[in-house]
């Protein structure tokens, strides 16, 4: 069984003990998650699509590890303007991993 669930403005194929990374979750280590933005359901018969959403359908995860991606560097400049502008940017993500799959 799989779900296509969306989560910090992003679409993720999950399956039961799944691990993904995602936007940043309230929550600390080992705090279960209930996501409930479904998109789809199936399983090896059955397929639900959501219109948008599966009613009743939901995500449970627990919350492995907060982490933060790889350092992006944003770097701005004007030729001949001497108009240089370095920043750095990492974002906040969470470390799910896929409990349970409940389908409506």
């Known amino acids: 069984m799989f779900a296509v ?3 910090g403005g992003k679409q993720y194929k999950v399956q039961k003990d799944d ?3 995602v936007e940043k979750l309230d929550g ?12 789809m359901v199936a399983d090896g ?9 599966v009613g009743g359908a939901s ?3 627990t919350v492995v590890a907060q982490t933060r991606g790889p350092k992006i560097t944003v770097f701005k400049k004007k030729r001949r303007q001497n108009y240089r502008r370095k920043k750095g940017h ?8 896929i409990t349970n ?3 409506a």
């Open 5 to 7: 669930i969306k989560t």
């Open 19 to 21: 691990k993904i990374l």
């Open 28 to 39: 600390n280590e080992g705090d279960k998650v209930t996501l409930d933005q479904v998109l």
């Open 45 to 53: 018969k059955t397929t639900k699509i959501g219109e948008p959403v």
């Open 59 to 61: 995500v449970e995860a």
């Open 90 to 97: 990492r974002q906040d993500l969470t470390m799910i991993q």
């Open 101 to 103: 799959i409940k389908a």
